[in-house]
T-cell receptor
Framework: DSGVTQTPKHLITATGQRVTLRCSPR?????VYWYQQSLDQGLQFLIQ???????AKGNILERFSAQQFPDLHSELNLSSLELGDSALYFC???????????FGPGTRLTVT | KNEVEQSPQNLTAQEGEFITINCSYS?????LHWLQQHPGGGIVSLFM???GKKKHGRLIATINIQEKHSSLHITASHPRDSAVYIC??????????FGAGTILRVKS
């Protein structure tokens, strides 16, 4: 158990809908990272937050947004969903000052 | 060309064999991670390296910063080692870039 929690575990929704994925980092970790793992593109970095502020951005679509709240949990919002958004979404947390990252169990999103 | 290349893509071994998975990268990095992903989907961080060598049980990871190359070795492999092994490099700024993964199957 990495200490990182993600909810929900599974999510099935229809095209055009909007969903929110939630991540709670390990106690004491200030950084949250979001990753997408799809069959055709593998694992990709989406975005990083550190202590409430956006720190780095990767291949995140404009339809996706994220935020980190004062209690350090983070949410990834996916809107106008398309079939191609079906993937595993992982979050990871880290202290920010070191390079280690601890992965959550992931949320499996299926868009039908 | 991908920034992170892993080889082999697929690997089948007999129980007890010594296994090596290689990772080459083309960018400047602050660290390199080896990750393990089981069929259930969860990702476990095995090693984080910025230089030299690390050992944990039957797993050994090495990195050569000058040659931009890392290897993951599994000694005395076991069927429970069957998983996808992913190399990921941490670019400056803490962004992780992933290799495509090596699918390992260890037969008893």
């Amino acid at each position: 158990d990495s200490g990182v929690t993600q909810t929900p575990k599974h999510l099935i929704t229809a095209t055009g809908q909007r969903v929110t994925l939630r991540c709670s980092p390990r106690s004491g970790d200030l950084s949250v990272y979001w990753y997408q793992q799809s069959l055709d593109q593998g694992l990709q970095f989406l975005i990083q937050y550190y202590n409430g502020e956006e720190r780095a951005k990767g291949n995140i679509l404009e339809r996706f947004s994220a935020q980190q709240f004062p209690d350090l949990h983070s949410e990834l919002n996916l809107s106008s969903l398309e079939l191609g958004d079906s993937a595993l979404y992982f979050c990871a947390s880290g202290s920010g000052s070191k390079y280690e990252q601890y992965f959550g169990p992931g949320t499996r999103l299926t868009v039908t | 060309k991908n920034e992170v290349e892993q080889s082999p893509q697929n690997l089948t071994a007999q129980e007890g064999e010594f296994i090596t998975i290689n990772c080459s990268y083309s960018v400047g990095i602050s660290a390199l991670h080896w990750l393990q992903q089981h069929p259930g989907g969860g990702i476990v961080s095995l090693f984080m390296l910025s230089s030299g060598k690390k050992k944990h049980g039957r797993l050994i990871a090495t990195i050569n910063i000058q040659e931009k190359h890392s290897s993951l070795h599994i000694t005395a492999s076991h069927p429970r080692d069957s998983a996808v092994y992913i190399c990921a490099v941490m670019e400056y700024g803490n962004k992780l870039v992933f290799g495509a993964g090596t699918i390992l199957r260890v037969k008893s």
